[in-house]
């Protein structure tokens, strides 16, 4: 039987009440061998995250100000799973141990690395999984980054030694012995790297969705979750803006090729959302647009020159707009002009330079800006062999009165993405779903 690796979130592993969804869905599968845990999140929307109150902690004991209140309330939610699941581990030891310690010699990193180790002491038992303390196998060189190879010996060598195991997420190990966080949400990086440690054959990331969304749910009411998407698709709408899972936290399963799956602890009868390298298509009714996400605020440079050397100019204009550290997200190429796209906040008050240095440097007839625009990419493996695909985009948007100010394809031609005033983005991203998904 293969293995999965289930990493739950901070809001899947809230209160005790998650703790029994946690258990239900890790003894519904057998597979389900290795979990990896982030600290107790919000089980409302106005709760606190117990890594932001020990950030807090942490503050108040720089400046001097009593942090009792807080470390009491941070107290009080781990007491509060152990007495309602009934637990044995010695909660009170370990917390008297760590405020004896403090203000002394405990490091921030090490600090806000408890609510992990808290959480996960609980589920462990909770879970009958064996804990491995993730200082004990999950390694960062001097470099500050991840040691693979030696984090991906020490977890295999646990799984070999246990049935099951259950490793907090976020932090790891300095070669000097000290603990050290991961960036926020680092427990998605965890979870990634046990799945490649022991091959798994899918690494499940459960929280509170039932997958990624098609687009962002503040614009569009109930958007549909994506069934399959690929690695490349992500990138395409991470960078366009949608919040998905960070890059860093998918190195490790995509290069060892293992799926990933994003499940809701909430809801698991839902299948969420298939991260994969590539897609056997089997679905032929599945839809072609895999997913759309937008960005507001860029500006867009357009300069006019007839008869010009087009790759001379073009490079001086990149270079332009690179010594200003302003980068380029799209161009677009036309005989006589082309523009150039950059986010307006890139540019800054660096754009009266940039265009004085335009006019110097590339003589041209003439310079355009336009400001307050928006840039919104419809992403989809399937739009290279789907012709009519860009008409059907285009007729919508028009047919709603939304302006097209500027058009760009990738070369890869996995996405479509137009700009429109910042005024028309909400309109352009509601069109282009019900477009395509009616
Ligand atoms: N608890 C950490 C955070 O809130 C890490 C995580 O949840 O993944 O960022």
């Given amino acids: 039987m293969g293995i999965k690796v289930a990493k739950f979130g901070g809001s899947s592993v809230a209160g005790a009440e ?65 007495d309602t699941l009934g637990l044995q581990y010695d909660l009170d030891a370990d917390l008297s141990r760590l405020r004896s310690r403090l203000s002394k010699d405990m490091s921030v990193d090490e600090l806000v690395s408890r609510g992990e180790y808290f959480t996960s002491r609980l589920l462990a038992e909770y879970l009958g999984f064996t804990f491995v303390d993730a200082a004990d196998c999950v390694f960062f060189g001097l470099d500050g980054q991840i040691d693979k190879e030696k984090t991906y010996a020490a977890i295999s060598r646990a799984l070999s030694e246990h049935e099951s195991i259950l490793i907090p997420g976020f932090y790891g190990k300095l070669p000097t012995g000290r603990i050290k966080v991961m960036s926020r949400g680092g427990s998605d990086i965890t979870g990634a790297l046990a799945a490649a440690a022991v091959g798994a054959d899918v690494y499940e990331n459960w929280t509170d969705v039932s997958g990624i969304l098609m687009a962002d749910p503040r614009i569009v009411d109930n958007p549909s979750p994506i069934p399959n998407i690929t690695y490349a698709e992500l990138r395409e709408l991470a960078f366009m803006g949608a919040t998905v899972l960070h890059e860093e936290s998918i190195q490790p399963v995509k290069e060892k090729g293992i799926p990933l799956n994003i499940r809701n602890t909430n809801r698991p009868q839902d299948a969420g959302t298939m991260i994969l390298e590539n897609i056997q298509e089997t679905d032929r009714h ?65 754009l009266y330079d940039v265009i004085a240095d335009l006019k110097k440097t590339c003589r041209p007839d003439d310079v355009q800006i336009q400001d307050g625009i928006a840039m919104v990419a419809s992403v989809g493996r399937k739009m290279p062999s789907q012709p009519g695909v860009s008409g059907r985009l285009f007729a919508a948007l028009g047919a709603a009165g939304v302006n097209i100010r500027t058009i760009a394809q990738g070369a890869d031609e996995l996405s479509i993405t137009v700009g429109v005033s910042n005024e028309q983005f909400e309109t352009a991203i509601r069109v282009l779903y019900h477009g395509f998904t009616g």
């Avoid at 409302?44 to 902690?57: A, E, G, I, P």
């Fill in 286 to 350: 599945e839809r072609f647009i895999t997913g759309i996400a937008g960005r507001k605020n860029f500006t867009i440079l357009t300069l006019v020159k007839r008869n010009m050397n087009q790759s001379a100019t073009l490079r001086n204009a990149l270079e332009i707009l690179d010594r200003y550290h302003a980068p380029v997200e799209h161009i677009t190429l036309g005989l006589d002009s082309f523009s150039l796209v950059a986010a307006s906040a890139a540019l800054g008050d660096a």
């Fill in 18 to 82: 998650q703790f029994k969804k946690v258990k239900a869905i890790i003894e519904s599968d057998p597979s389900r061998r290795v979990v990896v845990s982030s600290a107790a999140g919000k089980r409302f929307s106005d709760d606190h995250k117990l890594t932001d109150l020990l950030y807090l902690c942490h503050a108040h004991l720089t400046y001097g100000v009593s942090c009792e209140d807080i470390l009491h309330t941070i107290e009080q939610r781990f007491r509060e799973i152990r």
